[in-house]
T-cell receptor
Framework: QKEVEQDPGPLSVPEGAIVSLNCTYS??????FMWYRQYSRKGPELLMY????GNKEDGRFTAQVDKSSKYISLFIRDSQPSDSATYLC????????FGTGTSLTVIP | DVKVTQSSRYLVKRTGEKVFLECVQD?????MFWYRQDPGLGLRLIYF???????EKGDIPEGYSVSREKKERFSLILESASTNQTSMYLCASRGGRTYEQYFGPGTRLTVT
């Protein structure tokens, strides 16, 4: 079983939609959870960072961690075409563990 | 702003060639990483370094070596390139007191 599982998509939504991106993980020792955004032909960049369980909001983005279910989510409200990218979840154990990424396209 | 630069954006090499990928960071970070990224497989750690001249194997070190002679520079070496090493290679750096990894723009390597 992989440490981190992420649905690769692709996901295609109309502009203005609410987007939900998810990852599951197997190691209950993970404490730090991150979401990276990667535009085409670019390196990933950190979008959100959460410690332990709970929610964190930053503008249109909300990161949610449910440690009891080993499940993390990223919600994007009022999605924009500029949100079109691949989103990778990442967690820290004894090293970084990345999901495979979900490709998102927001259609104008 | 942290800047991580990689020597080439695109590279085409022949099977058997020795390939050098260079990465430079300007934030005095202790930790540097080399990943490869493939569709469906995500990011896989090849090697990392937590100090000058120190290196540790990641998940897929076979066929690769690394060099870190200066703190700001971390090189990935493919001793004898093979077609299964065709991939996107990403370098990252991280400071000792933070969790964020800063990535370079990537090098897309094609081995023919």
């Amino acid at each position: 079983q992989k440490e981190v599982e992420q649905d690769p998509g692709p996901l295609s939504v109309p502009e203005g939609a609410i987007v939900s991106l998810n990852c599951t993980y197997s190691n209950s020792a993970f404490q730090y959870f991150m979401w990276y955004r990667q535009y085409s032909r670019k390196g990933p960049e950190l979008l959100m960072y959460t410690y332990s369980s709970g929610n964190k909001e930053d503008g249109r983005f909300t990161a949610q961690v449910d440690k009891s279910s080993k499940y993390i989510s990223l919600f994007i409200r009022d999605s924009q075409p500029s949100d079109s990218a691949t989103y990778l979840c990442a967690m820290i154990g004894n090293q970084f563990y990345f999901g495979t990424g979900t490709s998102l396209t927001v259609i104008p | 702003d942290v800047k991580v630069t990689q020597s080439s954006r695109y590279l085409v090499k022949r099977t058997g060639e020795k390939v050098f990928l260079e990465c430079v960071q300007d934030m005095d970070h202790e930790n540097m990483f080399w990943y490869r990224q493939d569709p469906g497989l995500g990011l896989r750690l090849i090697y990392f370094s937590y100090d000058v001249k120190m290196k540790e194997k990641g998940d897929i070190p076979e066929g690769y070596s690394v060099s870190r002679e200066k703190k700001e520079r971390f090189s990935l070496i493919l001793e004898s390139a093979s077609t299964n090493q065709t991939s996107m290679y990403l370098c990252a750096s991280r400071g000792g007191r933070t969790y964020e990894q800063y990535f370079g723009p990537g090098t897309r390597l094609t081995v023919t």
